[in-house]
Structure formats: structure tokens, C-alpha cells
């Protein structure tokens, strides 16, 4: 059974910081992982979509990397702001699955102060 | 584009109450899922629709709960009778295909049960 962990739970930085949330899990076989942001009261936004062929992706300040062999995720932001601060939920397609479930960690809340 | 489109944004019943909830996917998105999202955890699959069929609903309590998408559009996602567990955000996304592509979420709708 495929389970997903994210750790921190949460993450409290200053402005400007650089910073790395990581995720693990369990099974390898996995067809892609996704880094989603939710802002409270909102729904889930795609920030990166890897997959399982691929190292890494990267949007603007965001770097994701994915070791499937080792069942970790990093998502790196870079010169982190006070507009970063939301949930960011890492969520992964298994392989062995037909369909289009996704498996969700529990999340990193992240707090950017000014 | 139009996204997810969800009804209520919140609401609140008292247990043994019934609830319904309401989503319109993104027009031409074959595949529906219904997501259950428990304070401080991720969401969870409920129930997977392709066109008007299930394809998953291995994570959906039967005994209480009932999902419809009559025509392969809409979808109604249905508890009777409700128990304080169920207090949680109910997501809806939409993607192109059954394989997930195009993975978009609504805002959801917060349930209170007390």
C-alpha cells in the first residue's frame, strides 16, 4: 500500500530564505508526482508535475527533484516571499494503478515572514 | 477557461442529517473525482468517474455515502446520515482523461457536522 509523508508539518522562515520541503514514499512504482500549492479556503493549484522518467522540473523559484529508487521528493524554493506562505501538498500517481488517483502526503505549512 | 465549479462553499448540518454537495467539471474533462480532505491531513479518493461510470470507489463508505454523474458531467456527491467523522473539505477536479492529465481542482466545500 502506497502511503506518502511530508516532512516538516510545518516551516517558519524569514523573507528571503531559501528553503526545501521534502516528501517520501513507500512504493517506487510510481508514474508521476505532483507538488501542489492550497492557500486556505481554496482549492489545490499544480506547481510541478514529475515524471517518473524525469530528475527534476523547475517553474520560475521552484525546483522539484524526484529519486524514485530511493522514494523521495524535494521541492526547493528559492528567495522565498511573504506570497509563498500556504500548504504545499506532494501527491503521487501509483503505477500500478489505471486510473487517475492520487495518493496525498499531509502537507508542509509554510510561513514566510516579512 | 472556466475551472471546477463547486456548491456550497460551506455548510452545516447536525448528525444523522442528510447533505448534498454539487460539482461542474471543466467542460470537456472526461474524468470526475471526489476527494475528501480531513483537517491537517491530504485528501483522499473517494470516487472516480470516467464519463458516467465508476471507475473507482474503493475509499467510499457505501453505507453512508452515494455519488452520481448523470450525463458524464455534472456529479453529486451524497451523505445520509451524516456523523461528526465527516466534518471535512469535499474536493472535486476534473481531468482530461482517466490517466489524469490536466489534474484541476475546485474549491471545495467545507462541511461541519455537529
Known amino acids: 500500500k502506497q502511503e506518502v509523508t511530508q516532512i516538516p508539518a510545518a516551516l517558519s522562515v524569514p523573507e528571503g530564505e531559501n528553503l526545501v520541503l521534502n516528501c517520501s514514499f513507500t512504493?517506487?512504482?510510481?508514474?508521476?508526482l505532483q507538488w501542489f500549492r492550497q492557500d486556505p479556503g481554496k482549492g489545490l493549484t499544480s506547481l510541478l508535475l514529475?515524471?517518473?522518467?524525469?530528475r527534476e522540473q523547475t517553474s520560475g523559484r521552484l525546483n522539484a527533484s524526484l529519486d524514485k529508487s530511493s522514494g523521495r521528493s524535494t521541492l526547493y524554493i528559492a528567495a522565498s516571499q511573504p506570497g509563498d506562505s500556504a500548504t504545499y501538498l506532494c501527491a503521487v500517481r501509483p503505477g500500478s494503478s489505471n486510473t487517475g488517483k492520487l495518493i496525498f502526503g499531509q502537507g508542509t505549512t509554510l510561513q514566510v515572514k516579512p | 477557461e472556466a475551472g471546477v465549479a463547486q456548491s456550497p462553499r460551506y455548510k452545516i448540518i447536525e448528525k444523522r442529517q442528510s447533505v448534498a454537495f454539487w460539482c461542474n467539471p471543466i467542460s470537456g474533462h472526461a474524468t470526475l473525482y471526489w476527494y475528501q480532505q480531513i483537517l491537517g491531513q491530504g485528501p483522499k479518493l473517494l470516487i472516480q468517474f470516467q464519463n458516467n461510470g465508476v471507475v473507482d470507489d474503493s475509499q467510499l463508505p457505501k453505507d453512508r455515502f452515494s455519488a452520481e454523474r448523470l450525463k458524464g458531467v455534472d456529479s453529486t456527491l451524497k451523505i445520509q446520515p451524516a456523523k461528526l467523522e465527516d466534518s471535512a473539505v469535499y474536493l472535486c477536479?476534473?481531468?482530461?482523461?482517466?490517466?489524469?492529465?490536466?489534474?484541476?481542482f475546485g474549491s471545495g466545500t467545507r462541511l461541519t457536522v455537529v
Open positions: 514529475i515524471q517518473s522518467s524525469q
Open positions: 512504493d517506487s512504482a510510481i508514474y508521476n
Open positions: 477536479a476534473s481531468s482530461f482523461d482517466s490517466r489524469g492529465y490536466g489534474y484541476t
